[in-house]
């Protein structure tokens, strides 16, 4: 089993920047990519950045250039750096961990993003 729980969400203007970050743990040697996904008000969860245990990353087209999807040496945690925000960015921000058969999800962090 894993366990991820996401911080670093908060009020910004639009421009600014905002870094969540997300910590794995317990079976974290079994985790094969971690990803963030969003879920704006009344849309569906979508995701925004993903990365695998070989380190390849993949990001929604939206956020392609501003959004950058990192993780530490140890693979426990990973982080999402958010550059130029604008009001489109504003949702629950969800971190996920997938091993073989699961994905296991933490509980959101709010980004607000006012113009």
């Known amino acids: 089993q894993v366990r991820v729980v996401e911080s670093g969400g908060g009020l910004v203007q639009a421009g600014g920047s905002l870094r969540l970050s997300c910590a794995a743990s317990g079976s974290i040697d079994s985790i094969t990519a971690m990803g963030w996904f969003r879920q704006a008000p009344g849309k569906q969860r979508e995701l925004v950045a993903s990365?695998?245990?070989?380190?390849?990353?993949n990001y929604a087209g939206s956020v392609k250039g501003r959004f950058t999807i990192s993780r530490d040496n140890a693979r426990t945690t990973v982080y999402l750096q958010m550059n130029s925000l604008n009001s489109e960015d504003t949702a629950v921000y969800y971190c996920?961990?997938?091993?073989?058969?699961?994905?296991?999800w933490g509980k959101g962090t709010l980004v607000t993003v006012s113009s």
């Open positions: 990365i695998n245990s070989g380190g390849l990353r």
């Open positions: 996920s961990a997938q091993i073989p058969g699961m994905t296991y």
